[in-house]
């Protein structure tokens, strides 16, 4: 051992390599590979660990809300009240599980409540807010009513951003949900009226029909129309309502036929249920059951399929009505040629769409947007159809493009994307297929296979365009994150 002049003792070296010290930018690779390697050999965060319901706002135009000044609520009661009834306005409107449920979340977020949880089961909505040492409270509603108000869920989607941006409080938000829910619709009932028999008559036109086959779709549909409120008032239940109007819709084509009116049957009946199917629903259930709400998208697609099962029952019904009657039979194989120049096609499509949109009170900004992105998704589907692409995917496809365009327009006129692409898919459904499907197998007996294959190719078209809204929703949503920013910035300024 030997010593330095300091007196400090130095370490043996003999036998050992000099090393010359190490460089910043050497330590920090040092640094950086010690941390790699231990993600590599350390396990993964456990995974029972308790998610934040917060995160279930990512993807959403709610993500990250701003905490209001003043920290937690203190009465908890009123914010939970408030919040259970914007989602019971929601759901009455058409709004899915998922949009109600990450809008309860972000409410209850931005007024101050953290410890919610939230459990939506087909109609009912509870919230559980259980804070530590205090008296957790938890509220359940049921909802048990349903009406055509898009307008009305675009205005509750706009307080919910208002609110989500710091811009509005509690007080303030409960006076505002209560003058939606106590405001008129948009557009009176007679014009509703008109508007469901200008649709038939439009869809008519665009699937081959003359003028004299659009004159009776438009007066058969206002008679069902006046069928259907008056059935409404009695409480019949809208099974039966459903099937009663497709049987008067269904006979009165077949009766005119008969007598000699120049106008085809089938294109007739098919633009008298368009308006019945229930689109809004279906994508709905849809939505729920790939978002992980599989009660509430059971409950939906069951009536879903019992609207369904009510049109088919009403043709049905009609037809062996007409065949005991001594009707002929009709030629359901029959191709229609277009009867206008495509330029008129598109704008019926147009005009169809705003009629849909009119049906639904949606509101009126948004009706003109609704039909430019269903003529888009026409043209999508003429497109698709014309490259050969097929009568099930090509609908598919065109329901891709309406999801992903409904839900940018949508965001950027603030209402949600259900709002703006039901309306301008529902020209996408396969009524024709079903009405002929319908005929064969309640006449053609010997033939009833093909009709239940037409039946079954007529469900795939459906749910593929449900589906097809859905995943252009998803598909648009990295699109549209500046564009909910956008509309929370509008918001604060106000």
């Not at 006979?251 to 633009?271: D, K, M, S, T, Y």
């Not at 809204?469 to 918001?491: K, Q």
Request: hydrophobic share 50%; charged share 15%; proline share 5%.
């Amino acid at each position: 051992m030997t010593k330095e002049t300091d007196g400090r003792r130095k370490p043996h070296t003999d036998g050992l390599p000099k090393t010359e010290p190490l460089s910043p930018s050497q330590l920090q690779q040092n640094v950086a590979a010690k941390r790699m390697l231990r993600r590599l050999v350390q396990g993964e965060n456990p995974p029972t660990a308790p998610l934040s319901i917060v995160d279930r706002l990512a993807g959403s135009p709610y993500a990250n809300p701003m905490i209001q000044v003043g920290g937690v609520d203190t009465s908890a009661r009123k914010t939970i009240d408030f919040a259970l009834h914007l989602a019971e306005s929601m759901f009455r409107y058409g709004a899915g599980a998922l949009e109600v449920e990450t809008s309860i979340i972000a409410v209850t977020a931005a007024l101050g409540l953290k410890n919610i949880e939230v459990d939506i089961t087909n109609q009912s909505v509870a919230i559980n807010y259980a804070p530590k040492d205090q008296t957790p409270i938890s509220l359940l509603r049921v909802v048990r009513s349903w009406t055509n108000n898009y307008a009305g869920l675009a205005q509750v989607h706009q307080l919910v951003t208002d609110v989500v941006a710091g811009g509005v409080g509690r007080d303030e938000a409960v006076r505002r949900l209560e003058e939606i829910i106590h405001s008129s619709k948009p557009y009176p009932r007679w014009m509703v009226t008109v508007a469901f028999g200008v649709f038939s008559a439009v869809f008519v036109g665009i699937l081959g029909g003359g003028v004299g086959a659009s004159g009776v779709a438009f007066l058969s549909n206002l008679l069902i129309s006046l069928l259907a409120r008056q059935l409404s008032k009695r409480r019949v239940p809208d099974f039966f309502t459903t099937a009663s109007c497709a049987f008067v819709v269904t006979f009165i084509a077949l009766l005119l036929w008969q007598i000699g009116v120049p106008i085809e049957p089938a294109i007739v009946v098919v633009g008298g249920i368009l308006l019945l199917l229930p689109t809004g629903r279906l994508v709905s259930s849809v939505q729920d059951a790939i978002n992980g709400f599989p009660v509430t998208a059971a409950g939906r697609f069951l009536s879903t399929v019992l609207t369904f099962g009510a049109l088919v029952a009403g043709i049905a019904v009609a037809l062996v009505v007409g065949a005991v009657a001594g009707m002929e039979k009709i030629d359901v194989t029959k191709t229609f040629p277009p009867a206008y120049d495509w330029w008129a096609l598109i704008i019926l499509i147009a005009v169809a769409v705003l009629a849909i949109g009119i049906t639904e009170q949606t509101a009126w900004k948004l009706l003109l947007p609704t039909a430019g992105v269903g003529v888009v998704g026409y043209l999508v589907l003429w497109g698709a159809t014309a490259f050969g692409v097929g009568d099930r995917f090509s609908p598919a496809l065109a329901a891709v493009v309406i999801g992903l365009l409904g839900r940018v327009v949508a965001l950027k006129m603030g209402a949600p994307q259900l709002v703006v692409a039901v309306p301008a898919a529902l020209i996408l459904l396969p009524g024709l297929t079903i009405f002929r499907s319908m005929y064969v197998l309640t006449i053609e007996e010997s033939e009833i296979l093909i009709g239940a294959g037409g039946m079954l190719n007529a469900g795939a078209i459906v749910l593929g365009v449900a589906a097809g809204i859905v995943l252009g929703d998803t598909l648009a949503r990295p699109l549209t994150r500046n564009l909910a920013s956008n509309e929370r910035r509008r918001a604060r300024r106000r």
